[in-house]
């Protein structure tokens, strides 16, 4: 295969422009595993490099996508041999290199993972970074010792990727949920994830409160800034806040009240550069904790074409769930 079907994003002369394409081969980066790509995942980090609205790709030419799943083609690591399913997800995949809306990806051994058993590719894309990110905030809270008998875990952003399967797999774990967000009308879907209680978002709009009632044991945000500041500030004596993304803004108005009356801590959710073993932690515990069925129910699928209209719609709030794209 001298080329293949790929979404190259070049520098223009204002902005940049994406296009799908014919890649050449012999321009993949360097790396000691060749995959072919199946699968991979629209999130919101690939809206925003799809759309140009903020500047996540820090390399041109560049083929977005930021994380993929597929089976081994050619291997020089030692881990790795022909036929292996694999999934990759970030080490700056899709913004310093090239990533996975393409047929074929070349990437460092070191940073795969093997599929789960009992897991298909498709699957482990309906996952994909969202689901894995949501993972790694459930087990930061529970290494901080909160248990179901802590009470009310509040996720936010919650008919989103990460919000949806944060809910479920809390939900599974025996966790009472408190979903917010900015679609009340998507509360019947929050409720049928696990979700005891919807609140609209506004609930956590406003300035925040040095010190406000307190209402959960802990939470998982996907939103940052205002909200952010007041999911810390209504949480319970020695509870803790998993924060992992920035829809809503990259600043946190808050004050060091809730960290130094209360004992609250904020946990900081790294999914990009997180350590391998870490990584093999979450996905094999999605397996057991995130319910096939509901998985299903929250995915949707497209082709490599579609992607630049639900890159728009997912940096809107319109997307609801899980979205795979569909590679080869």
């Not at 579609?306 to 319109?318: A, H, P, W």
């Amino acid at each position: 295969m001298a080329t293949f079907k790929a979404i190259r994003i070049d520098k223009a002369d204002k902005g940049t422009v994406a296009a799908l394409t014919q890649f050449d081969e012999a321009d993949l980066m360097d790396g000691d595993v060749t995959v072919l790509v199946e699968w991979s995942a629209l999130n919101y980090k690939d809206g925003l490099a799809l759309t140009g609205k903020s500047p996540v790709v820090r390399r041109f030419p560049m083929i977005p996508g930021i994380d993929l799943a597929g089976t081994v083609e050619q291997s020089l690591h030692p881990h790795w041999r022909a036929g292996d399913r694999v999934i990759c997800n970030g080490w700056g995949l899709g913004e310093t290199h090239l990533g996975a809306y393409a047929e074929k990806a070349r990437v460092k051994g070191d940073w795969l993972v093997r599929v789960p058993d009992g897991m298909s590719t498709r699957d482990a894309m309906a996952i994909g970074t969202a689901g894995y990110t949501a993972m790694l905030a459930v087990l930061a809270l529970e290494q901080h010792g909160i248990t179901p008998a802590s009470g009310p875990i509040v996720v936010t952003g919650a008919a989103g990727g990460v919000g949806s399967v944060a809910i479920s797999v809390l939900s599974k774990r025996g966790y009472q949920v408190i979903a917010s967000t900015g679609r009340m009308s998507e509360a019947d879907y929050l409720q049928h994830l696990g979700a005891s209680e919807v609140i609209d978002r506004n609930e956590l709009a406003g300035p925040a409160k040095p010190l406000a009632r307190e209402r959960w044991a802990g939470g998982i945000d996907s939103v940052g800034s205002t909200t952010l500041a007041n999911l810390v500030s209504m949480t319970k004596y020695r509870g803790a806040v998993a924060a992992c993304g920035l829809a809503g803004g990259m600043d946190l108005p808050t004050s060091v009240a809730p960290f130094i009356l209360r004992g609250v801590c904020l946990l900081g959710i790294d999914s990009v550069m997180c350590p391998i073993e870490l990584r093999k932690v979450a996905w094999s515990s999605l397996v057991n904790d995130l319910d096939s069925r509901k998985l299903s129910e929250i995915t949707h699928e497209i082709g490599l074409d579609q992607v630049f209209d639900r890159g728009s719609e997912i940096l809107e709030g319109r997307v609801r769930g899980r979205i795979v794209v569909k590679i080869a």
